[in-house]
């Protein structure tokens, strides 16, 4: 704990350093190489960059022991064009991207350098990942791959602008449909009391969504977000269609009320076609953008690390919550998961004035290490919290 202390001053260089190196989703190839380089330097000699360009620095373990992967994310939502000099206003930097998450990245090398000078050796290996595509158009794309290829994880550190001492546990999940109303259309007028309504039918199901009771117990939200429909006031609609969608921790609810949606759907359709004595209007249902979801149980044991940590530094663990992260892969694969801070007080995420104020950051970086060591085991110390995968 003192090393990390000591080592804050380089920790923030390091940041700096990262954060000037432009790597806007789907171009992290530069500081791929340069983060590379950087894990090289401090003491890993199996770096390989894959073919997405995530960077993976394997420290060996001794052994038999859980195999923990600690993840920060390469990407930006910045273009090529920003401007990503670092700028110093008293003890506040600026810098588009550097807390998110380019002091994540530097916070790794703080606790490489730690483990070498103390010789820390852990049971299992552990894994250090820089992923790419974490930001919105990548997808997850850098963990996706990073887990399918890396079966043996057996718990999951994501480092994140988050306020030390506050972790988060759960991801979401999101389930997106787009529910289309088909019929023949028809003039307002002349065809009036022989052909359905798409608009009508899309009426009907809005109004059903409208009245549905949600489960309140875990957070479970809906919401109709665009609702298109009709061509012109005197015709009657030929098609109409709305796009919802759904969020909660728990699959299952998200995927109760997806069907719920359908059985809705079709209710409407039979009821616009009963009122006119008809049977030509029809109705399709598209998922599209869902996200998988997961959550860490608030008393898996890897939680009872991270308070046992945050107390064992004076501090008090603020709370536990629900975010977007690459943390979604693991936690829908099941694989225990906290998505942590490195300290300092951060703010602005996405915006060109992003900043960070480092002061006494290294208390951030000593409670995610501490976990992580927690959750690995150290040779000769402690026992691993997790097992082996
Ligand atoms: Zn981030």
């Not at 915006?351 to 970086?365: C, F, I, Q």
Request: hydrophobic share 45%.
């Amino acid at each position: 704990m003192e090393l990390i202390k000591g080592d804050e001053a380089r920790f923030v260089k390091e940041s700096i350093q990262i954060s000037e190196i432009p790597a806007p989703t789907f171009q992290e190839a530069k500081r791929a190489q340069a983060f590379a380089a950087l894990l090289k330097a401090n003491g890993l000699t199996d770096v390989r960059i894959d073919s997405i360009n995530n960077v993976i620095g394997l420290r060996k373990g001794t052994g038999k022991g859980p195999a923990i992967a600690v993840v920060a994310h390469l990407d930006t939502v910045f273009d090529a064009k920003t401007d990503v000099e670092v700028k110093r206003k008293g003890s506040v930097l600026s810098g588009p991207g550097l807390a998110d998450d380019s002091a994540a990245l530097a916070s790794m090398l703080s606790w490489l350098r730690a483990m070498n000078q103390a010789k820390i050796a852990t049971p299992g290996d552990l894994y250090f990942v820089a992923t790419v595509g974490e930001e919105a158009a990548g997808d997850l794309r850098g963990a996706r791959k990073f887990f399918k290829d890396y079966s043996t994880i057996a718990g999951v550190v994501i480092l994140e602008p988050l306020q030390a001492p506050y972790a988060l546990i759960a991801q979401n999940a999101t389930l997106r449909l787009e529910v289309t109303f088909k019929g023949p259309g028809g003039h307002a007028y002349i065809d009036y009391g022989k052909v359905p309504s798409a608009v009508n039918a899309m009426g009907r199901l809005i109004a059903k969504m409208a009245d549905m009771s949600i489960p309140a117990q875990p957070l479970t939200t809906f919401n109709v977000g665009t609702a298109k429909g009709g061509d012109y006031v005197s015709k009657i609609a030929p098609s109409a269609s709305i796009q919802l969608e759904t969020r909660s921790v728990s699959r299952q609810n998200v995927e109760t009320i997806a069907r719920r949606v359908q059985v809705y759907a079709r209710q409407a359709v039979d009821e616009e076609n009963r009122r006119w004595g008809v049977k030509s209007l029809s109705m399709s249902v598209r998922e599209f953008a869902s996200r998988l979801g997961g959550m860490t149980p608030a008393d898996h044991p890897i939680v009872f690390a991270w308070m046992a940590a945050a107390q064992q530094l004076g501090m008090t663990p603020r709370g536990l919550g629900v975010g977007s992260t690459d943390g979604a892969i693991p936690l829908a694969a099941g694989i225990p998961t906290l998505v942590l801070g490195f300290g300092g007080t951060a703010g602005g995420f996405h915006a060109v004035d992003e900043t960070w104020n480092p002061t006494n950051a290294y208390k951030g970086v000593q409670l995610s290490f501490l976990t992580t060591l927690a959750m690995a085991g150290v040779e000769g110390v402690s026992q691993p919290t997790l097992a082996t995968r």
